[in-house]
């Protein structure tokens, strides 16, 4: 078997996106595709924990389990019966700018989503009795998730606080237990009354449906919902590091060490031009056996188990705003030497900075970015989450279809500059100390 | 009140077009064209009941590490180069290569693949560094509770079948050695028996024809092994599994099950759903919705060649270890005492077609199931009778099938977590005995 040299062409793929906005100002997309007989629906709301107030912790996240409480017409685990006696499937999730709803159904039941989402935008039922009982359950799903396991919340929980000064960016999205158990209904309904605005939420719909019959439908369940402004969002900058942050902590499960470094990267939003050389960046340093980090410390100097780099610290590149950042996390061998680990990662990025990048070793990395996007997309519900939130973060879910070719427009000399970016000056990085054996 | 609107007409279950084909050299392709987006997924699998658990485990994440005379680099960067990508992975019944690509890169995928079948190097620096960095996973997946808890229950429940152990040790992985990996690859790395999935957007002809000339250079022959049947349940003692200081206990519960041909599948599925099988089930309902002992309660039918399984598995805080195993037991045994009601049936046989649905609207959905069915000598037709039989299932048939199944007479159960905190309340509701010391 031998190389080749020349480069693959990145396809797009053609999703067709009518936009409109209803007098109330919730704003709509559409994006058929009759490729398989079923529909994604999905309600984005520009809300998630950088929001939360202080003393709150984790009620951005408590709240989205109250919006499957009931709601105007509907009682206690309609919601779930009712998707689920559709032949459906529903979640929801919290995030830091935002909170989605969602369900993916046979496209016959496509109007009775619509009629569930629109009911629970006119306002859920806040009780005490089902704030108390999912406040247990939130309790349950942090102690599955970070109290119970090793390298629980490693890193989305543990790195932000280094990075951050303020509250917004820097507090534990998951929520103090504390925090918790005080949150009352008055605070439900005012965060309800505050973020949960027609005009501050998107509707997307994708999938096999005909554009004029559903909005008609859209228009019929969700015309009536009343019209109440988005907030303002505050601006959540901080500024850059100017020196390097280092924190550790012992876990007391976790067998072995890690390690998380972050570096501040450009405005996604305001900056996409800036933004996408940091999200190639991150896989020309860690994708596969053949990317630079995994290379040199995985195989070459078996300092690290595994290395993974990602964009934005719920690893969501096209679906958070500034400030954000640029993430490496690494799993050491025992014994491993986390302050060797984050100087060879300083020297591969300058490296990268002086010396360039191999012939090929680019577009090969924008090649397989191009299937990743691509395979996301062929599920009628990543589709759609995916326009909804680029519809509420940039006013743009077409952009869906152009992600592939600009991530293939990036620039071998901008991959360097951002490399050059990434300085022992700028990083914040925490470290787990192995407290645990095998137990 | 605002009334619920009605669904539309239930669409027909629509089966994509496949076509098959045996190579000559015993290789099985199957194809099937859905062009939505412009990429093609790869499943290659092959028949590995009982290969020694370490070598096969290692070689799994060692057979692209060298081949042909490429590094595993170069082989890296190669598929990367189409927008590739290839891992593999295995169980106690199979070995599973997966990909994917871009549509115009699957000829070298294709070629990629055979040239890892035909000649893998298992190079003893990449075996040392890759046996190393499996140990080191297993030391972190003997550290997760839901782990731990899985492997004291296949232990329990299949005592000596080869079902009964599926981690290696981390000092059994790194022992193994490259001469070993060579001779598993050679002695189980063939075409026949093998079968070859190719899903996306490529016409199911030249998707075929691809195949051919990229794999009919890959011969070979070998014997072909069969499982035991995996042992009948044998209920005992609920099972304790000491965690100290474990801030959840982990409930598991096996039942009975069968395989998806046999004719109580379809009720079984269906009574499943209703016990705790679905977020919309009694069993959820009751210990998240309304007691909150609990996150993610489930409720599963996993088939392996040699037998199904059933098994109820919840995360629950510590102090209500007792009173959750107690709910869970009056589900089992309310299903198994009485037939559900008519709405109840209605709602999860929707769910059971509806999903049938959305798990075949994908590329990599359809690539998965068509592998995983094919492995059991099922064709995805066998879907289009299922969701017939699913239609016609009545709530006495799911009755039945629950007394036989769901029957916590049957059910073997077993509890991880701090065990002096959790022993009391578990000894009030059942004969309980520490692991390591039960009676089978």
């Known amino acids: ?439 | 009140m605002r009334q619920l609107p009605a669904l539309g007409p239930n669409r027909p279950l629509k089966l994509p077009k496949i076509v098959e084909e045996t190579l000559p050299n015993g290789l099985t392709v199957m194809a099937i064209r859905r062009p939505a987006v412009p990429l093609v997924e790869v499943r290659l699998r092959l028949p590995f009941a009982r290969a020694h658990l370490a070598r096969t485990a290692v070689l799994t994440q060692t057979m692209l590490s060298g081949a042909d005379g490429l590094t595993g680099v170069e082989i890296a960067a190669e598929l990367q180069k189409v927008g590739g990508g290839l891992n593999s992975g295995a169980d106690p019944d199979r070995l599973l290569l997966s990909g994917n690509s871009l549509t115009a890169g699957l000829e070298r995928l294709l070629e990629i693949m055979s040239s890892v079948l035909t000649g893998a190097s298992y190079p003893s620096g990449e075996v040392a560094t890759e046996r190393g960095r499996l140990a080191d996973r297993i030391r972190v997946a003997l550290s997760q509770p839901s782990h731990l808890a899985r492997e004291a229950l296949l232990k329990r429940i299949y005592g000596r079948h080869p079902y009964a152990v599926q981690t290696p040790t981390p000092e059994q992985v790194v022992s193994v050695t490259p001469g070993a990996l060579r001779k598993l690859h050679a002695e189980r790395i063939h075409p026949a028996g093998a079968i070859l999935v190719i899903v996306g957007d490529v016409t199911p002809n030249k998707a075929i024809a691809a195949a051919e000339r990229a794999l009919s250079a890959w011969t070979g022959d070998g014997k072909d092994v069969e499982l035991p049947a995996v042992p009948e349940l044998e209920p005992g003692p609920l099972t304790l599994v000491d965690r100290p200081d474990a801030v959840q206990s982990s409930l598991r519960v096996a039942l009975p099950a069968v395989p998806r041909t046999h004719p109580d599948h379809a009720p079984l599925q269906l009574a499943n759903l209703i016990f705790g099988g679905y977020f919309s089930s009694r069993w959820v309902e009751n210990i998240r919705e309304d007691k909150g002992y609990t996150y993610g309660p489930h409720s599963l039918i996993e088939h392996a060649v040699a037998g199904s399984s059933l098994t109820v598995a919840a995360e629950v805080a510590t102090e209500v270890t007792g009173p959750a195993l107690l709910e869970t037991m009056y589900e089992l045994g309310r299903l198994a005492s009485l037939p559900p009601r008519e709405d109840e049936l209605e709602q999860a046989r929707q769910y059971a077609l509806g999903t049938l649905q959305l798990g075949m609207s994908t590329q990599a959905g359809l690539a998965g199931l068509a592998v995983t069915y094919a492995g059991f000598g099922l064709r995805l037709d066998y879907l289009a009778d299922h969701a017939g039989r699913l239609a016609k299932v009545s709530v006495d048939e799911v009755g039945a099938a629950a007394a036989r199944y769901l029957a916590p007479a049957r059910a073997v159960s077993l509890v991880l977590g701090d065990a002096e905190r959790i022993e009391p309340s578990l000894s009030a509701l059942t004969p309980v005995t520490r692991a390591g010391s039960e009676v089978v």
């Open chain 1, 1 to 439: 078997m031998s190389v080749r040299s020349s480069a693959i062409r990145i396809p797009a793929t053609k999703y067709p996106v009518e936009r409109l906005t209803l007098p109330n100002g919730l704003r709509v997309v559409l994006a058929p595709d009759r490729s398989a007989p079923v529909v994604g629906v999905a309600v984005v709301y520009d809300v998630g924990i950088r929001s939360e107030p202080e003393g709150r912790t984790g009620f951005a996240h408590l709240f989205e389990h109250l919006m499957f409480q009931g709601s105007e017409n509907l009682e206690k685990l309609a919601h779930f019966r009712y998707v689920q006696g559709s032949g459906g499937t529903f979640n929801g999730s919290t995030h830091l700018d935002y909170t989605d709803y969602f369900e993916t159904l046979p496209s016959n039941a496509l109007e009775r989503a619509l009629f569930l989402e629109a009911d629970r935008m006119r306002g859920p039922r806040l009780t005490s009795e089902n704030l108390r009982n999912q406040v247990d359950v939130v309790k349950e799903e942090i102690r599955v998730n970070v109290l119970n396991r090793p390298y629980g919340g490693f890193p989305w929980l543990k790195l932000p606080p280094v990075m951050f000064d303020t509250f917004p960016n820097a507090h534990d999205g998951y929520g103090s237990f504390t925090d918790l158990e005080s949150a009352t209904v008055e605070d439900a309904a005012e965060f309800f009354q505050r973020y949960y605005a027609a005009g501050n939420a998107v509707l997307s719909v994708s999938g096999d449906f005909d554009v004029a019959e559903a909005t008609r439908l859209v228009e019929e369940h969700f015309g009536d919902v009343p019209a109440r402004k988005a907030p303002t969002r505050p601006d959540f900058d901080e500024p850059d590091l100017a020196e390097e942050r280092r924190h550790s902590y012992t876990d007391r499960l976790a067998p072995l060490p890690a390690v998380a470094a972050a570096w501040r990267v450009p405005d996604p939003i305001d900056d996409l031009a800036g933004y996408l050389p940091y999200v190639v960046l991150a896989e020309v340093l860690t994708d596969g056996d053949a990317s630079r980090l995994v290379e040199r410390m995985v195989l070459r100097d078996r300092s690290v188990t595994s290395v993974g780099g990602y964009l934005g610290f719920m690893g969501e590149p096209f679906a958070v705003r500034d400030p954000t950042a640029l993430l490496l996390q690494a799993h050491l061998p025992p014994g491993g030497d986390v302050g060797k680990v984050l100087d060879t990662i300083d020297e591969e990025c300058q490296r990268i900075a002086t010396d360039g990048l191999a012939p090929g070793e680019l577009a090969r990395t924008q090649a397989r970015m191009a299937t990743h996007l691509l395979r996301d997309v062929d599920a009628v519900l990543g589709r759609c989450l995916q326009m909804a939130v680029l519809e509420q973060q940039r006013g743009a879910p077409e952009l869906i279809n152009e992600l592939p070719r600009l991530i293939a427009e990036v620039t071998e000399e901008q991959i360097l500059a951002a490399a050059a970016a990434l300085t022992a000056q700028r990083r914040a990085s925490v470290e787990v100390i192995p407290g645990g054996g095998n137990k």
